[in-house]
């Protein structure tokens, strides 16, 4: 039987069987979501390191200290980003259209079309796309739209993969659902086993959320695992959001995605996907993505963006569907990434664990405690990496999953990189 882990003062449904009560990460209360800002990992790693000074930093061509902790990509954007967005400053003079341009959602369904093999009008652009600023933001209003309010269903639990994107259970907690935490370790090949929960728990299941290549530990969900939550999600009535902003960073060809095994099945009931151009195109402050799937949940959607006011700017979109409809930078950026992947693999070899990923710029390291060794990296190197247990939750008995760990995020140029490993190694090997 899985074993899952939840959020709260209070045991998850189901029995011991079916889920553990998690103990919460320091400083967060349970159901607080004026505490949520403790749950985030890098508002931890800045409190964990504050006070402390980096050491000796400073490598050839490189000032201050080593920052491998944010997946902020360094390569850089196309020239067409900032060409296309001056000849459409015209546009920074009005509100952008509630459901986006119909030249931004027809570049985003045509890169969809091509990307997947998807039938022709599998993906109308008016009732099954709608831009988002950026696969964050939206994940963030589709959560917390697709949770029921308090009183209204039974069915509120968030299926997350532990390790996990932090705004998953930030979007949980902030529209009161019940985060239920699924270990996505080796012995599961780094990705969640949702299949594997018993019924009377998938029966109050809001949503489950499956990212493929995973960040952090870029494992690729084959074709048989998105067609099995996508089943799972419409034999147990809820919605499967499949955030795949890391797509197109991969390096033994493209990684299977929901669309397209939703088109096998004939229908995008249930399903919600998220692109986006941050990591794709090295454009993370363009603020710019996009989701596709079942129209009933856009149009639900829609009307929480309004809300909220996440509209994407006339002059950004214009520049959207330039790089959607761009695939040479693309390919430059995965040479940018698999080079640096090389250089990790000759530093580092065999050590912590390492291994090379299927997709994504991060390196998942077993350092055997990744607080100390964040710390002991940060006061006598100057590298700053990221603890593993900050994108995990630790069980009943307070075990952390990714306490071992450190993630590494390979997004410098490659002298950067070769550098920063060098130093990393000798830092935690003396």
């Known amino acids: 039987m899985i074993k899952a882990t939840t959020l709260g003062s209070g045991g998850a449904s189901g029995g011991a069987d079916e889920s553990r009560q998690a103990a919460r990460p320091t400083g967060f209360s349970a159901g607080g979501r004026s505490a949520m800002g403790a749950f985030h990992p890098f508002v931890r790693l800045e409190r964990l390191l504050r006070g402390r000074e980096p050491g000796a930093h400073g490598v050839a061509g490189v ?35 509630p459901r986006g341009t119909p030249d931004y959602k027809k570049a985003a369904a045509g890169w969809a079309l091509r990307r997947f093999g998807l039938p022709a009008g599998f993906l109308d652009p008016e009732a099954n796309i709608l831009p988002v600023p950026g696969t964050r933001e939206g994940l963030f209003f589709a959560i917390t739209t697709a949770i029921p309010g308090p009183g209204e269903s039974e069915k509120r639990k968030v299926l997350i993969p532990s390790p996990f994107f932090h705004v998953y259970a930030g979007a949980s907690v902030a529209a009161s659902g019940e985060p239920l935490f699924l270990p996505a370790g080796p012995e599961t090949g780094f990705l969640p086993d949702y299949a594997a929960l018993p019924r009377k728990v998938l029966d109050q299941v809001a949503v489950a959320i499956l990212c493929s290549p995973s960040n952090p530990q870029g494992a690729v969900a084959s074709r048989e695992q998105i067609a099995g939550l996508i089943a799972l999600a419409r034999r147990h009535g809820f919605l499967a959001i499949f955030d795949e902003c890391y797509s197109e960073l991969y390096f033994d060809g493209p990684p299977p995605g929901a669309l397209q095994l939703a088109a096998e099945s004939g229908s995008l009931d249930n399903v919600m996907v998220f692109h986006s151009l941050s ?123 990714g306490q071992p760990y450190i993630r590494v995020a390979l997004v410098h140029d490659a002298a950067y990189v070769e550098a920063a490993l060098e130093k990393l190694v000798a830092c935690l090997a003396a």
């Open 63 to 97: 000032e201050g200290p080593l920052l491998l902790q944010v997946g902020d990509p360094k390569a850089p954007p196309p020239t067409m980003l900032a060409e296309t967005i001056a000849a459409n400053s015209a546009g920074w003079g009005g509100y952008p259209p």
């Open 279 to 401: 990591k794709r195109s090295s454009a993370p402050g363009l603020r710019c993505g996009f989701m596709a799937g079942d129209a009933g949940w856009i149009d639900r959607f829609d009307g929480a963006l309004r809300f909220g006011g996440a509209g994407v700017p006339v002059p950004v979109q214009a520049a959207g569907a330039a790089l959607w409809r761009d695939e040479a930078h693309v390919e430059a950026n995965r040479a940018f990434y698999a080079r640096n992947f090389d250089i990790a693999e000759r530093v580092l070899g065999n050590r912590f664990g390492f291994r090379r990923p299927a997709g994504g710029f991060f390196l998942w390291l077993d350092v055997g405690d990744g607080e100390a060794a964040a710390i002991k990296l940060w006061e006598e190197a100057g590298i700053r990496v990221l603890p593993g247990a900050y994108m995990c939750v630790a069980d009943a008995e307070g075990n952390n999953p």
